[in-house]
DNA sequence: ATAAAAACTTACAAAAAGTAACTCTTAAAT
DNA sequence: ATTTAAGAGTTACTTTTTGTAAGTTTTTAT
């Protein structure tokens, strides 16, 4: 029987919520908008709202407001979030080596 | 504007999908038993068995049938699930870097 | 035949995600 | 002064996923 890490847990918990990966790897290139994300990456604007906020709460994610018009608000990364880059980076290699073009199409079910 | 990279995409949603980082650092300490799994982990049978199906079928976890009395199932990991390893292991790092024993506590809420 | 252990399933309620239309703020143009 | 437009969300509502607990199946020792 194995014990389980709070902190690992807790990591987990954060990272493997939904979209979460692709909008890491999308501020990984760089600061964005929100609407640049919202083009980029196949998620609604009611769940990036959702994430960005909670990225936020977590400290892993800045939002800057540019008082301009139209007004401007650029999202990035902080140090806490730099940090990730390295799982991003594990899985993009581990999807070059056993993610074939093939299964690229299929839907992932469990049945 | 970037590009998504459809293996990273597809990857990524295995991955992230909820329970599965768990369930594969669990794996990674040697094969288990379902009941155990249930043990250990703060997952219900029913989505084990859904998750379990669904990384055998993505070719991740094998199933080892013995039959004795009672039947013992035996699960593990694949060359392709040991591939994770480096992303579990990331995210071990980073969570005793980043995250804090205060944080632990906290429920991951987005308002 | 009966019983018992492990490994699931089923049924149903609760929470999260998907979708599309709508609001809010600010300033530039008329 | 009013209208317009752009970016950044929010709301209302439907569909999927999850959570929970009780029930089922399979195998073989007695």
Chains 1, 2 share one sequence.
């Not at 807790?10 to 083009?39: D, P, Q």
């Not at 990225?55 to 800057?64: M, P």
């Not at 999807?95 to 093939?102: A, H, L, Q, R, Y």
């Not at 690229?104 to 049945?111: F, L, Y």
Request: glycine share 6%; charged share 35%; hydrophobic share 35%.
């Amino acid at each position: 029987m194995s014990e389980l890490c709070p902190r690992f847990e807790k990591a987990m918990e954060i990272v493997s919520k939904r979209w979460v990966g692709l909008i890491l790897s999308e501020l990984l290139n760089g600061k964005k908008r929100f609407s640049e994300m919202e083009t980029d990456l196949p998620i609604s604007g009611r769940l990036l709202s959702d994430r960005l906020k909670m990225l936020e709460k977590e400290g892993i994610v800045e939002r800057n407001i540019y008082s301009e018009f139209p007004v401007r608000i650029e999202y990035s990364l902080t140090e806490k979030g730099e940090g990730l880059k390295p799982v991003i980076n594990e899985i993009q290699n581990w999807s070059d080596v056993w993610i074939t073009p093939e299964e690229v199409q299929d839907q992932i079910t469990e049945k």
